[in-house]
């Protein structure tokens, strides 16, 4: 009972008893160590092939007939299945039973006579035996069977070569090559006839190797050979003979290459040269990179530095047509050819490649499209006046370049100037003239007007100029630098200081100008030079009707400040004061701080120059206090709210308003109660 007892109260209580002493033993056993010792004490049955002994020939006999039975019962089974008849012959063969093992592959050979490997095993056997005679049956056998399985011919003719009877070797390898086999094959026989110094042989098959298969890489092979064995003048007849095979049409580089390196090692120099250009004329570019370079270190070598340019122009001829081809729209490479053609010097070619670039005509009719293509035009146009030197030739490019460009759309105002410049230059003025009206009337622009008001200018024909700035601002009336333009001929050319005066006037009533305070300064600069106080003054009150910026109630200041008043009267300080002041009020009813801040600062160096204490100390009580605060930021949202610090400005009598105006709200929320109140209580 009790063991009973011991044994089921451990079984109702899987848990495991403590371990009292949890220190490390002192022998470590890894996992490995346990895994290892376990696969070696596995208790697995090893399955042993029992050895037989064989005794006598009784037994041998048995054994023989028990093996052939079950490699008969095998074939039977899957006669398709080669391996079956490969293990059959080989245990033939270990056997010593050559007739049985020959049986057995030649009735293999009648299932499957297709089956590479059962030739190659059965000549192996022959061979390994010494069977010559049957092994010689068996490659012409299959070497007649299947002509086209190379393995069968290597084998014929590594066999009768290593018997040492190379004309029968060489008789195989004729048979070989009248089914015209693959490029190892005829260079298998050539190497046989050179390993036996039968040169004249091996030229020979060399000549019906290259007209089986004339590919370069082969001329260039036996041409190798010729200048091996020291025949340079056959190695030259065979260069020569695969450039009239080719021809034009398959012509490769890899043949130049190698027949102008064969020149150079002859120091033949000017032949290889002519290989050179023969090649580059006749290869087109995409084809002859590697002739490129090899033409290039040629001539760095041997060539002199007109033909090292020549060569170095060529090879960034080639690469700018190969960039062209695959963006003909790119204009930055039309640039850098025409600029390489030009530095070479050919006007021929420099006109061609400016003729090809002006004619990838922009894809859309917008300017962005145009910019670049212009100035092909331009460069071209240039080419012809200042290197060619050919003038009827320069205008044509002129009128071809306006007649192309869409000016319905857009223009360009530096061709006509261009055109009208070039016309001057060859003292045709009345042309210069016509061209730049036609420019106006055709498509008007600024800077036309402006090329063309210089041009009458730099004539001195002031009345032309006149005429056209009237044109000018009755196209543009809103352009104020026009305007100044026209009023600066007026005064500073002519002397006309009353038009001067009408022009600004005139200007100034303009109901649209682009930067209407730059004219306004123009007009108050010139009358201040002029000494026209009052008038200024009366610009000043005027200009402050349409605007009452901050830096005009400053200029105005100052302006006052710098009338010289006689006798040192103080009534230029006390005019800026007042226009001070008055600014001031201005920006405090519009609650401009950064305005206000600004005029303070200027007031203030004022009174510190011009000012006594007593408005010294007045400018100083109205100056702001900076603070920092918080607001909330323009970008934050209802989820995600940012604050953000500024500095605001907090002036003096700001402050008194705000308490008064806090004082009033609260006298009136305190009558609302009472009010309140009273009615509460009549209720």
């Known amino acids: 009972m009790s063991s009973n007892n011991s044994s089921g109260g451990f079984a109702k209580n899987p848990r495991p008893p403590k371990v009292k002493n949890k220190s490390a033993a002192p022998v470590q056993i890894t996992a490995e160590q346990i895994l290892r010792e376990a696969h070696d004490r596995r208790l697995e049955p090893v399955h042993t092939i029992p050895q037989q002994k064989i005794a006598d020939l009784e037994e041998l006999s048995e054994f023989r007939q028990r093996k052939r039975k079950e490699f008969e019962d095998n074939i039977r089974k899957n006669r398709l299945n080669i391996s079956n008849w490969l293990k059959y012959a080989a245990w033939e063969e270990s056997q010593m039973e050559l007739d049985r093992a020959r049986s057995v592959f030649e009735r293999a050979l009648d299932v499957e006579w297709r089956n590479i490997a059962i030739w190659l095993r059965y000549v192996e056997m022959e061979m390994k035996n010494r069977n010559v005679n049957h092994a010689r049956n068996i490659l012409d056998r299959a070497t007649t069977l299947l002509p086209r399985m190379d393995q069968f011919w290597y084998k014929y003719t590594y066999m009768e070569e290593t018997l040492g009877d190379v004309p029968k070797a060489r008789n195989v390898f004729e048979r070989w090559m009248k089914w015209e086999p693959q490029e190892n094959a005829w260079q298998a026989y050539i190497k046989m006839e050179l390993r036996y110094d039968e040169k004249h042989r091996a030229r020979a098959v060399y000549e019906r190797f290259v007209s089986i298969h004339p590919e370069p890489a082969n001329w260039i092979k036996w041409a190798r050979f010729e200048e091996e064995h020291n025949n340079l003048e056959k190695c030259r007849e065979i260069f020569t003979a695969a450039l009239e095979f080719l021809g034009e049409e398959k012509l490769d580089q890899k043949v130049l290459v190698a027949f102008a390196k064969f020149e150079m090692k002859a120091k033949e120099y000017e032949r290889a040269r002519v290989i050179f250009k023969y090649g580059l004329d006749r290869l087109p570019k995409s084809k002859s990179q590697s002739l490129y370079n090899q033409y290039t270190n040629f001539e760095k070598q041997f060539g002199d530095k007109a033909g090292i340019e020549d060569v170095v122009i060529g090879k960034r001829r080639v690469q700018y047509e190969h960039e062209i ?53 331009i460069n071209y146009a240039l080419y012809e006046e200042l290197e060619s030197e050919d003038i009827q030739r320069t205008r044509e490019i002129y009128e071809q370049c306006i007649s192309i460009i869409p000016h319905k759309s857009f223009t360009f105002a530096k061709i006509w100037l261009m055109y009208a410049q070039f016309e001057i230059r060859q003292m045709h003025v009345d042309t210069a003239r016509k061209l730049l009206g036609r420019a106006i009337g055709m498509a008007p622009k600024n800077k036309l007007f402006k090329g063309y008001i210089d041009l009458e200018f730099q004539l001195r024909e002031f009345d032309r100029c006149r005429t056209l700035y009237t044109k000018y601002l009755q196209y543009d009336p809103s352009n104020c630098a026009a305007w100044i333009k026209f009023a600066e001929l007026e005064k500073d050319v002519l002397d006309e200081v009353e038009r001067c005066r009408a022009i600004f006037e005139l200007a100034i009533t303009q109901p649209s100008l682009d930067m209407p305070e730059i004219l306004w300064k123009a007009y108050i600069d010139f009358e201040i030079e002029e000494g026209e106080y009052d008038n200024t003054r009366d610009l000043y009150y005027r200009l402050l009707e349409r605007t009452e910026h901050v830096k005009v109630y400053i200029s105005f200041a100052q302006f006052e400040l710098s009338i010289p008043y006689e006798d040192n009267s103080d009534e230029g300080n006390s005019r800026a004061r007042k226009i001070f002041d008055k600014a001031y009020e201005k920006m405090k009813e519009k609650e401009l701080k950064e305005e206000r801040v600004l005029l303070l600062e200027a007031w203030k160096d004022f009174e510190e120059n011009y000012g006594k204490e007593d408005t010294q100390e007045i400018v100083k009580k109205k100056m702001p206090k900076v603070v920092k605060k918080r607001r909330r930021a323009a970008d934050s949202t209802d989820d995600n709210i940012i604050w953000e610090e500024y500095f605001d400005y907090i002036f003096p009598d700001d402050e008194v308003q705000s308490r008064s105006l806090k004082f009033l709200q609260m006298a009136q929320a305190w009558q609302t109660k009472q009010k309140e109140l009273e009615d509460n209580a009549e209720d």
């Open 325 to 377: 081809e695959e963006s003909p729209k790119n204009y930055d490479i039309w640039f850098d050819y025409a600029k390489l053609e030009e530095s070479a010097g050919d006007p021929t070619r420099v006109r061609e490649v400016y003729e090809r670039a002006i004619a990838q005509i922009p894809p859309a009719v917008e300017k962005r499209y145009w910019r670049r293509y212009i100035y092909l035009w």
